[in-house]
């Protein structure tokens, strides 16, 4: 304490130079606070004393740097002014007086001060460091040391600084959490909710978002940092930084519901659980993406004023924690057989681990985990591709004997399409996903057909749309198999007609499937709608009509009652039967069945009418026409609007209702 | 990497062989062959590891470089037992015992091994750490003239070492004695001690509970050599994949930190008196030795490197310690002599552990690789059947 004393008399700071008893100092709040029996005038006069004193002193010793640094020949042991003694014993005084003062409160008291006692830190490591080029006799050696023992002190002091400012969650442990032992943080098992901050009940100074920092405290740090940069101290002072971050990164993780899992235990879940852990996931890594990393980045480039140690600081935090993030994918990997259905999760993560590289990319000092992270995005992509061939297969091994009652829409039709439409939400990561895939297969099965080049219109050259076609080409061919389950051939088209129509709708309903299956394939798909509704009116309607031929009612001449009353009894049956069956079948599309309904009308019953008013006549009124003449042409078309209702059979109601919701 | 070009060349050589083999229909006797000359390979590389010298910096036993090579020879092993799996396998054979147990094991027990690796990653992460505060020391204690300033902050330096070196062991005394004796700072207390003893944080965690120890415990059950008649065929090949896997695991995690060691057995099922395994068998006894010797006292691995480090720091902070200027020219200049073997060390760290960090990852991406090819394997064997997940 002498020696601080003896400092205190040489070489003190102005503002604070009044002499202080043992007590004042170590009750440092006191200090600024002005005593209030002292005599002003008296103050201002020792301070300007000080003040030139100090002045002096520190002109000196930018001499003595300067005259060290320009010293042509480092053999010759420099002098060293008793002026340099002095501003050694006033630095080390300085740093016990901030010494007595709370960690990461020690600085912003008093701005100027502050500046003071920085600039003194920086003259120290000048000192120390154009000494150590001379060669020194012993008692310029004794100097030395003595300036390199204090600088060394205040290294310790500005490094337990900048470790209590930067160890945030520390000092908000210190607050409140500390006292329950256990660290909220650490036990919480499902803060699943972002926002959900450990620090909400902090006084207001926590309450900003991560990384949690005050603009003065960034300012603090940047200081301290650029300080124990200029006199050597970087590794000690990166090393703390890189530990606190990662540890901070950790808690804010942690923060954010984020754990790690190993890979046993995640191949042992349910899906449910996986599912769960597969958002959680995607949720921390665009949050890493968008928030965590730029940020990180900014707080490096804000401490750091050397744009290489801030990149490289940056670089080694994201590249650690990435690598660790990739994990999870990986484990997700292990598991080789997801059902078609999960696709949607793993292109989820193939667009997140996308956006990760696209943000890695723009930083050049975290651009080695490209090679990683990509390995891992196209191990996803693969395992997309392979989920999504299971549909390929699920569609080829649907082989059930048993025809849809009433030639509705099947179910695999809809759950297809339902499927596809979804996946086209996704077309562009699917595109990029067989892109690769069909690169790394050599591209030799699925070389895009009708490649017009520079065309950007030209979806065809797409590699998903082909993928997508041959699916869509797999159900015709299945629909078309199935088809022939039927055994009537008119219920066969009928059930063409829904699937066909049900695909059409969907693709037109869906500006992404459409863009992707092209004009040409709706084309296709209507005229082959248009040839199975003739062949629906051929097989059903083409014998009724033949009922109603004018020809060959005449015998002789003359028309045959006998041969007119077959034809009514026939017409009648006939057309009860038709009408009986298919007000059965099932016509789902409200377009679809009205047209039919309308062309259905429009060939039977103005031949019905004509063949009523030429013929009705010839049959005796009353009885007999009441008889043979069942109906009337208004109501054929009634009961022609009553046709693929699907009423009769009420099978038909109950139709396939959990996949015609399908998203 | 060596590894690749090894497994390409010898997968060449059988998958030749093996087309010979099927035009021919006689795969039985070639088979035995191949095995013969897979365990010979086996063999060989072990000697060329456990040959390794105790005390040469370059490529010392457990050495950075000396792990390299040891993993070089797990994918070099890896590949070729695995094509030789792959290519030996049919589908008779995979549904039917003792196959239809052993390979579903193998699988569980690669998962099991990828734990592991993420472990070691992390473990190395740990190491690197000890090798920038090392370098800080270095830094300090090369100074001349030498003071009383870098003399408190080589010891500082040291001192976080030491506590980052010895984390392990959740509530060890070890800690607890380190920091009490060479506590520093002007007032004592926990506000002085160092910030670096933190890396029990999460990202050091494979998870929560997760314990290699037990992970090794569980890799070698029902890992035996297989009997009578099976003991020639792939049961036998699947055997020597396990052993191998289990083996090389085991060194990781004596070599270098890992989460939760307390209990690792030192006991592998080695079968003795079997030609192939004797250099197996011998790396195994000269490790197993040395962690029971340094189990007990607590340590981060006995990877050369840490060993050395731990060696040079403890005295070197015995040295800084006692320092006083202008010191003694003696304790000088062993320090001197020290400090140039510290700095060997971080050299061959900075050198050594980047390249080994991704040799861990291939070695994990290998073994992800090679569980879906057996996957694959198992599905169209029994595509029909196999339930979707």
Known sequence: MEKILNAEKSGSFPRFGRRRSKLETSSFKLENFKPKEADENQITRSNLEHGVKRDHMLEQVDQFIENLASARDKSITPEIPDLVEQFLKMVDYRIGTYEMREASVMFGQNQEEDSMFFEAVNRLSKIVSNLDEFILDSETNGCFNRAGSILHHAMSLLENEFVALLDVWKRSCNVNIMDSKTPKIMDSKTPKTPKQSVFDSNPPEMEIEFPYFTSESISVMNRVATAMIFAGYQPECCVAYTSLRLKALDAEFCNQGYENINMEEFQRMEWASQEREIENWIHIVNYCTANLFPVERQLCNSIFEHASTAQRLFGDLATSLTIKLLNFPNALLLIKQYSTEKLFKFLDIYETLCELISGIGNDLSAKDLIPDTSITQRRIGEAAVSIFCELENSIKSDNGRIPVANGAVHPLTRYTMNYLKYACEYKDTLEQVFRQHNETEGSTEQEPKNATEGNGESISTSHFATQLRLVMDLLDANIDMKSNLYKEPSLRYIFLMNNGRYMLQKVKSSTDIFKVTGDDWSRKRSSDLRQYHKNYQRETWSKVLQCMSHEGLQVNGKVSKSILKERFKSFNAMFDEIH????????????????????????????????????????????????????????????????????????GRRRHIHLSHGK | MTGTDNQSSFLGRISIRRNQVNAMDGSHEQEIEDLDVFQKQVSDRFADLLSAPDDSPADAFLSISWIRKLLDVFLSCEAESKGMLLMGCDAAQISKSPLDRLIPEILDRVVKALDICNAVANGLELVRHCQRLAEIAVLALEQKPFGEGPARRAKKALVSLMLAMHLDDKESSVQKTTERSWSFGRRGGNKDRPPFGHYKSLSWQVAKNWSAAKQIHAMTMNVVPPRGPEASGLPSLVFIMNLIMVFVMWVLITAIPCQERNGLTTHLPIPKNVNWTQSLAGLHDKIGDEWKKKEKKGMAGLLFELQKMEKLGQSLIEFTDSFQYPGEKDKAEEAAKQVAELAEVCRRMEEGLVPLQMLTREVFHRLVKSRNEILDLLDQTAKSSSPVV
């Open chain 1, 580 to 651: 009986k069956t298919q007000c059965g079948w099932m016509v789902s599309d409200e377009q679809l069945k009205s047209e039919l309904r309308v062309s259905i009308s429009a060939v039977v019953i103005p031949a019905y009418r004509s063949f009523l008013g030429r013929f009705s006549s010839h049959l005796d009124t009353g009885k007999q026409q009441q008889k043979y003449i069942k109906y009337q042409a208004e109501e054929i078309e009634g009961l022609i609007d009553e046709l693929f209702e699907g009423t009769v059979t009420s099978m």
